[in-house]
């Protein structure tokens, strides 16, 4: 299985960006799908989670309301759409994919087996 993010790039604060995250190989309509993201010096931070057993989705409380993870089967892609985004959301983000195909746990993101290269959003004025 192999991913393919991308979307990164430079914006200012309160605009908006979309992540994309291709998987390939595998069947990517049953993994779980999770966005992390990890800034300079800092641990890496589960971001948001999709599950396709229900499609239910999880986020972290300092993006809820602004950041929603997608799915797309025709094309085997999820997305990250970053809406209102602040300095702080500045990292790489990475997508990942796990065989377990729920997003209870995902936070840590110890439980991925396959993950993306990362792609870098910079928020700055």
């Known amino acids: 299985v192999q991913l393919q993010a991308s979307g990164g790039g430079s914006v200012q604060p309160g605009e908006s960006l979309r992540l994309s995250c291709v998987v390939s190989?595998?069947?990517?309509?049953?993994?779980?799908i999770g966005w992390f993201r990890q800034a300079p010096g800092m641990e890496r931070e589960g971001v948001s989670c999709?599950?396709?057993?229900?499609?239910?989705?999880r986020y972290a409380d300092s993006v809820k309301g602004r950041f929603a993870i997608s799915r797309d089967d025709t094309r085997n892609s999820f997305y990250l759409q970053m809406n209102n985004l602040k300095p702080e959301d500045t990292a790489v983000y990475y997508c990942?994919?796990?065989?377990?195909?729920?997003?209870?746990?995902?936070?840590?993101?110890?439980?991925?087996?396959?993950w993306g290269q990362g792609t870098l959003v910079t928020v700055s004025s």
């Open positions: 990942a994919a796990d065989d377990v195909p729920v997003c209870s746990g995902y936070e840590t993101g110890l439980q991925y087996e396959y």
């Open positions: 190989g595998g069947t990517p309509g049953y993994y779980a």
């Open positions: 999709f599950s396709p057993v229900d499609g239910s989705t």
